[in-house]
């Protein structure tokens, strides 16, 4: 990793600034880039040299998606610790290498500086680092907050105190595949990190305390997930209270009855919540919610005019392509015209990365009918659809592709694809629904053969009321 840059802000001098962000994160950083190539004077500042670049390209998406394509490509039954600590030695290589693209990024551009210790606010516009050579402040004329978020522990008796409970950032690093996994939490993040260390043979055990994992989605689709999940080795267990963790068993309850799963590891995947803890954002005035995240309003304002806030530490969709979109609005706020908002975001993708993948887009079939419009839906299984062999060719036939469309308009409401390649196909839908394509002319277009986006006219041809 290159040296922090030398650079004006030194111990015990205040420099100035047109702009300060706090976080590497994507917003913030791409903001950084753009405004000092533009000439203006930036510090970016960032708690750990090991951070640089956000969560995303550090312990977030890529890691965990370099990891999960790994796995899909294990061949055998059983633990694979081998193809596992290769994996972890790729991914390590790549999220280095990441990390020092990233920080060259802002490095080179003349004007920018970057520092790297925890941050905190003495007023509304000055910051203090603490680095490793020594405290240094500097005041901002404009300051965005991109702290992120991270793993929430719950208070749950023993948990802490077991050096086998890690969360997903500690366990992206274990270099030893574990031969029993338990994971607390059925969310996105907990069957994620199931299904991928399943593939490379682990004991997986997931549990969750909802009825059913991925409640939010319906229930042919969540069934189906589920179905994938088990067969590919995961033990799904629904309705558990965990109670307590007592050196490596977790003892849960189900329907009142008790019981208990041993683990090498225990991860805890229990949601994430906004890093602004040491902040001192009380000192510049700023406003918090009760879960810690940053008050802003559409154009991403904090309480003070100046500040803004951006990416997961906002209490928003918690996505590294919304962190993205938080900087056009901030930009637009510094720069341009000042019309873009939160408003404007329609139709917003999100992805689950098991394998094949789970992608969604607006609304389900129960949302839908829950607003009371006449709604047409189509729900295929991937096996059954004939004029998609991709999916076949790849040798990954499972899942199912299902749209919501509104009965009288053609509009498209929504849809879950739990198929081969829905990542990249669910941003189709998605574009037709921000630019008002109907259902029926995404069914009639052309296109390339074999893909997974050709699923669209069989798909869409089989909608019924």
């Known amino acids: 990793m290159p040296p922090e840059r030398s650079c004006a802000s030194v111990p ?22 753009t405004l000092g190539r533009q000439g203006r004077r930036v510090a970016m500042i960032e708690r750990s040299a090991e951070m640089y670049g956000g969560t995303c390209i550090n312990v977030g998406c890529v890691p965990t998606k370099s990891m999960v394509f790994a796995a899909e490509e294990v061949s055998g039954t059983g633990p694979q610790p081998q193809a596992y600590a290769a994996a972890v030695r790729s991914t390590a290589d790549l999220t280095s290498g990441l990390r020092g693209e990233n920080f060259a990024m802002l490095d080179t551009i003349d004007g920018v500086d970057v520092l790297t210790g925890p941050a905190s ?33 719950p208070d749950l008796p023993g948990l802490r105190d077991d050096p086998r409970a890690v969360t997903s950032t500690e366990l992206l690093a274990m270099p030893v595949l574990p031969r029993r996994l338990v994971v607390l939490g059925g969310g996105y993040v907990g069957l994620e990190f199931a299904a991928m260390f399943a593939g490379y043979g682990a004991e997986v055990t997931v549990l969750e305390r909802h009825a059913a994992v991925l409640g939010r989605e319906d229930d042919d689709v969540a069934s189906c997930a ?16 965990v109670t307590r963790v007592d050196d490596g068993t977790v003892h849960y309850e189900v329907g009142g009855t008790a019981a208990s799963v041993e683990a090498d590891v225990i991860l805890v995947a229990l949601g994430r919540h906004p ?18 995240s940053i008050e802003v309003d559409e154009h991403l304002r904090t309480s ?28 637009s706020q ?14 917003v993708p999100y992805c689950l990365f098991m394998t094949p993948p789970l992608s969604r887009v607006g609304l389900t079939e129960r949302e839908a009918r829950a607003t009371g419009r006449p709604v047409r839906v189509a729900a295929l299984p991937v096996a059954a659809m004939a004029t998609v062999p991709r999916a076949r060719i790849v040798h990954q036939p499972g899942g199912m592709m299902k749209a919501v469309v509104d009965a009288e308009t053609d509009e498209i409401l929504g849809a879950a694809l739990l198929s081969y390649d829905s990542h990249e196909v669910i941003n189709t839908v998605a574009l037709a629904m921000r630019h008002g394509v109907t259902a029926s002319a995404l069914r009639d277009e052309i296109y390339t053969h074999p893909s997974m986006t050709e699923a669209f006219n069989q798909l869409l041809g089989a909608l019924h009321s």
């Open 12 to 33: 015990g001098v205040t420099t100035d600034y047109d702009l300060v962000v706090i976080g590497f994160g994507k917003g913030g950083k791409t903001l950084a880039a």
């Open 121 to 153: 606010f003495v007023d509304p516009h000055t910051v203090a680092v603490a680095t490793a050579d020594g405290t240094v402040t500097v005041t901002g004329r404009t300051i965005v907050v991109g702290t992120g978020s991270e793993p929430t522990w």
């Open 226 to 241: 589920a179905d994938l999940l088990t067969r590919a080795g995961v033990a799904l267990v629904t309705s558990a209270e």
């Open 275 to 292: 890093v602004t803890a040491g902040l001192a954002l009380e000192n510049a005035g700023i406003t918090t919610r009760a879960d810690g």
């Open 304 to 331: 003070q005019e100046h500040v803004f806030a951006v990416g997961d530490v906002n209490g928003g969709p918690q996505f590294t392509y919304v962190s993205l979109d938080d900087y056009r609005i901030v930009l």
């Open 334 to 347: 510094l720069t341009g015209a000042g019309g873009r908002s939160v408003r404007d975001r329609r139709a």
